[in-house]
T-cell receptor
Framework: GAVVSQHPSWVICKSGTSVKIECRSL??????MFWYRQFPKQSLMLMAT?????????EQGVEKDKFLINHASLTLSTLTVTSAHPEDSSFYIC????????????FGPGTRLLVL | DQQVKQNSPSLSVQEGRISILNCDYT??????FLWYKKYPAEGPTFLIS?????DKNEDGRFTVFLNKSAKHLSLHIVPSQPGDSAVYFC??????????????FGKGTLLTVNP
């Protein structure tokens, strides 16, 4: 149980294009979903927190117009990197939390984004 | 300001021996702590957690100890196996309001278990 998937697993795009990453909780309904970013040899940095049907809460320094988050249902959240630039290249990971798991978050496999 | 610190970037242990991974935190408001295991280019996998009201939690080969007065927790793996080789992240949880529990991660410790 508590499986989270992400799609795509990797993506290469040209600078200026937008990229959408999907995060799904496969066998549970996610109370909250989170989006993280990880640079090489760095820790996971929380970008935003989203609850189904409401606006995402962004961490300080994260541009909400740059990283659009939509939490359409209790099992799906999407992150859209708008007008991507090479500095947006990173490893993006989502996680989901459900009421029965308390404060534990379950992570997806991550999406590697490379912007040329 | 790093609120969760893993001061050892790497640890090497012989198979069958004990692995001890350490984590320190500065925010006394953290009320839940977790350990995750991560392979390159994969998402973290949840291992074990502990509430701030406890000082020990055990699950098979994994035991987490919490010392609140020292703001320190550790993960013990006994016996260590080569398959345990991965990066281990310590994370601390804080209720940010409205049931949104944010995790703050340490930088990770690369554990290598040698056969």
């Amino acid at each position: 149980g508590a499986v989270v998937s992400q799609h795509p697993s990797w993506v290469i795009c040209k600078s200026g294009t937008s990229v959408k990453i999907e995060c799904r909780s496969l066998d549970f309904q996610a109370t909250t979903m989170f989006w993280y970013r990880q640079f090489p040899k760095q820790s996971l940095m929380l970008m935003a927190t989203s609850n189904e049907g409401s606006k995402a809460t962004y961490e300080q320094g994260v541009e909400k117009d740059k990283f659009l988050i939509n939490h359409a249902s209790l099992t799906l959240s999407t992150l859209t990197v708008t007008s991507a630039h090479p500095e947006d290249s990173s490893f993006y990971i989502c996680s989901a939390r459900t009421a029965w798991a308390g404060e534990t978050q379950y992570f997806g496999p991550g999406t590697r984004l490379l912007v040329l | 300001d790093q609120q969760v610190k893993q001061n050892s970037p790497s640890l090497s242990v012989q198979e069958g021996r004990i692995s001890i991974l350490n984590c320190d935190y500065t925010n006394s408001m953290f009320d839940y702590f977790l350990w995750y295991k991560k392979y390159p280019a994969e998402g973290p996998t949840f291992l074990i957690s502990i509430s701030s009201i406890k000082d020990k939690n055990e699950d098979g080969r994994f035991t987490v100890f919490l010392n609140k007065s020292a703001k320190h927790l550790s993960l013990h793996i006994v016996p260590s196996q080569p398959g345990d080789s991965a990066v281990y992240f310590c994370a601390a949880s804080l209720n940010s309001g409205g049931s949104n529990y944010k995790l703050t991660f340490g930088k990770g410790t690369l554990l290598t278990v040698n056969p």
